[in-house]
Nanobody
């Protein structure tokens, strides 16, 4: 089992920045891909970005490309999401997720990730 705990959410003005953190514990060795998703009220959970835990390769959704960046610090068992140029439409609960099954491609569906954090609220005011 892998446990994930997010932090770093909050209220920020449009154009501002936030950095989210996700600390992993448990069977770290089993983690393959780590990802960030978000869910706004009344909407489905949306893929934001993913990173290969071992190699550090990343994959971003088109909606955040150029503004958000995912990274990881293996020494701290932590994944980050640096969010710049925030917009009101970025307002959502942001979730950290982990996929433990090996794959040759990136997955953007929440069904493909088997461990989740509790989420952290990000609110961007206009």
């Amino acid at each position: 089992q892998v446990q994930l705990v997010e932090s770093g959410g909050g209220l920020v003005q449009s154009g501002g920045s936030l950095r989210l953190s996700c600390v992993a514990s448990g069977r770290i060795v089993s983690m393959y891909h780590m990802a960030w998703f978000r869910q706004a009220p009344g909407k489905e959970r949306e893929f934001v970005a993913a990173i290969n835990w071992s190699g550090g390769n990343t994959y971003n959704s088109d909606s955040v490309k150029g503004r958000f960046a995912i990274s990881r610090d293996k020494s701290k068992n932590t994944v980050y999401l640096q969010m710049n140029s925030l917009k009101p439409e970025d307002t959502a609960v942001y979730y950290c997720a982990c996929r433990t099954e090996w794959s040759t491609r990136w997955y953007t569906s929440s069904n493909e990730y088997d461990h989740w954090g509790q989420g952290t609220q990000v609110t961007v005011s206009s």
